[in-house]
Antibody, heavy 114, light 113 residues
């Protein structure tokens, strides 16, 4: 059974940093391109970032470019999102998802508030 | 970015009746080299992650009931639930994956009338 489990969310002050993790199991992680998608409370889905299986290709949404960094460790079957200079509008549930959209984690809540 | 626009934002349908959701993309998501529309539909229930229902605009994911179907091509797409059941109450999103930077419609909330 494929499982994606996000962790690392929490309450952080504006301007602060947080690092999210996504632990993958039940799939050959090293061959999967991955995404982060977020959902603000009561709002729709917003794609955040993409990373190819070998980390060669990376893309970011304009709203997070220069502040967020996606990375992965295929030896640890893990995906990461380093979030710096956090803003109120970054408050959301953050999901990791495979590139085909077939598998999603349950999400981790990030709350940016003073 | 490709902008995805859904209509309506919400709809209430009686049990057993048809629900229709429309999705329009700001540019074509039909890839001419393989004649495939890079358009998917997702269902999201409260407190759950999105679940993929449809890909290539009209191909049902395994396990998705055949009362749920997708159609359309180019820039105009439709998700149809032919006979609404209680378990279909959810928010539905269209998504383009023509570009690696996915974009989603704003969502359509489906409720029971």
């Amino acid at each position: 059974e494929v499982q994606l489990v996000e962790s690392g969310g929490g309450l952080v002050q504006p301007g602060g940093s947080l690092r999210l993790s996504c632990a993958a199991s039940g799939l050959t992680f090293s061959t999967c391109s991955m995404n982060w998608v977020r959902q603000a409370p009561g709002k729709g889905l917003e794609w955040v970032s993409y990373i190819s299986s070998t980390s060669i290709t990376i893309y970011y949404a304009e709203s997070v470019k220069g502040r967020f960094t996606i990375s992965r460790d295929n030896a640890k079957n893990s995906l990461y999102l380093q979030m710096n200079s956090l803003r109120d509008e970054d408050t959301a549930v953050y999901y990791c998802a495979t590139s085909g959209g077939d598998y999603w984690g349950q999400g981790t809540l990030v709350t940016v508030s003073s | 970015d490709i902008v995805m626009t859904q209509s309506p934002d919400s709809l209430a349908v009686s049990l057993g009746e048809r629900a229709t959701i429309n999705c329009k993309s700001s540019q074509s998501v039909l890839y001419s080299s393989n004649n495939k529309n890079y358009l998917g539909w997702y269902q999201q229930k409260p407190g759950q992650p999105p679940k993929k229902l449809i890909y290539w605009a009209s191909t049902r994911e395994s396990g998705v009931p055949d009362r749920i179907s997708g159609s359309g091509s180019g820039t105009d797409f439709t998700l149809t639930i032919s006979s609404l059941q209680a378990e279909d109450v959810a928010v539905y999103y269209c998504q383009q994956y023509y570009t690696t930077s996915w974009t989603f419609g704003q969502g359509t909330k489906v409720e029971i009338k």
